[in-house]
Nanobody, 118 residues
Framework: QVQLQESGPGLVKPSQTLSLTCTVS??????????WSWIRQPPGKGLEWMGA???????YYSPSLKSRTSISRDTSKNQFTLQLSSVTPEDTAVYYC??????????WGQGTQVTVSS
């Protein structure tokens, strides 16, 4: 059973960089054909795919967030990390990490609330 767990600060000040880590257990992030994604849901809005890091280490980003987003991984810890720079209150959301194959998420973390406020 694959499990994902997000961790990171729940409160970030405007203009700072949001950093979240997803720790994966029950499966390796280097296993072929899986993409490890970050997805968020602002209050009252739908899910927004932010980006992903592939089993190969390649990265993919939403065009609307690409200039502010970086996803990396630590294979020794089986973790992948999201960094979102220059945050504003509009980046307040529940942030999820998920495993994706064939464009379909099959395992999700429980989500973590991040609030951007001074």
């Amino acid at each position: 059973q694959v499990q994902l767990q997000e961790s990171g600060p729940g409160l970030v000040k405007p203009s700072q960089t949001l950093s979240l880590t997803c720790t994966v257990s029950g499966g390796s992030i280097t296993t072929n054909y899986y993409y490890w994604s970050w997805i968020r849901q602002p209050p009252g809005k739908g899910l927004e795919w932010m980006g992903a890091i592939a089993y190969s280490g390649g990265t993919y980003y939403s065009p609307s967030l690409k200039s502010r987003t970086s996803i990396s991984r630590d294979t020794s810890k089986n973790q992948f990390t999201l960094q979102l720079s220059s945050v504003t209150p509009e980046d307040t959301a529940v942030y999820y990490c998920a495993r994706v194959r064939s464009y379909t998420p099959d395992y999700w973390g429980q989500g973590t609330q991040v609030t951007v406020s001074s």
